[in-house]
């Protein structure tokens, strides 16, 4: 089927709508996912958003506010639970098999074929409506609004929390606001990849553009066009065949991480040396000869941004 016959559809589009807003969040979302090593709850906030969705349906309701409901709801638990970052995943742990009990207890309460649930589980991109685009693009407008108000203070508290509180800056109250919209990102990237591949849109763009490129910004953008380049793709592949968009989409995703993740020491290594070789020169003033004599005693070893352990 040509591309442009695709496009004719009116369900093609909605995907295609969707899944850009998604995408685009889910990139933004992912990269402080990463650097923060809140992996383990983008994997948690998911099924815990499965749960809200059956005990929804079970109340005869739409699935999705169950979805936002349960999900903001562990993020306010896992912030209040788990201020240390030691405690963080087993307060995580705790309110995801929590929540998947209490999925459990209304999957089997409710007599009926619970199909919204289960689309939610799985991903259903090509049957959203246009109603649910809407939501979902005003959604993502005043997500990624808040997170470009919040990047500065973000960003710094990300990589250097200890000084950033030192000069004043709220961690606490970042780090509850910032867990308040990973749910938010959760509940949007779930309709389109589905509970159990939501990894897929969070973590896969966002982890392969930070092993490529080092500077934040650079590393957003690229994580975002890898996003949207994932999604188009698994939309258009999955019109063409019979199989899941998701499948396509964690497929892409999983292809373009593995040689990035298995070559990319090749190159951060390469950095480090020019940057430990830059610090070294420029710790040197010019002028006196005895500096230069002294220049091989330098030690050149120590931690670098981008080295590995």
Partial sequence: MAIFTILQYSFIQNAFLAGTCVA??????????????????????????????AGAVLLGIDPVIGLYIFTIGASLGIALLGREATERDTSIGIIMTFALGLGILFLSLYSGYAERVYSILFGQVVGISSADVLITAISSILTLGILLVLFRPLLFSSFDPEVAEARGVPIRFLAMTFLILIAITVSLSVQVVGALLVFTLLIGPAATAARIVQRPLWAIILAIILGVSYTWLGILFAA??????????????????????????????????????????????????????????????????????
Wanted: no cysteine.
């Fill in 24 to 53: 685009i969040i889910a990139a933004v979302a992912g990269y402080f996912m990463v650097i923060r090593g809140l992996t383990f709850a983008g994997h948690a906030l998911p099924n815990i958003g499965f749960a809200g969705a």
């Fill in 240 to 309: 063409n065949s019979t199989w899941p968009v998701s499948f396509y989409i964690a497929t892409l995703s999983f292809g373009v991480y593995l040689p990035v993740r298995l070559l990319s020491p090749l190159w951060i290594g390469r950095r480090a040396r020019k940057l430990a070789i830059t610090r070294q020169n420029t710790s040197l003033s010019p002028g006196s000869p005895a500096e230069w004599e002294q220049s091989d005693s330098v030690p050149t070893t120590g931690r670098v941004p981008g080295s590995t352990r």
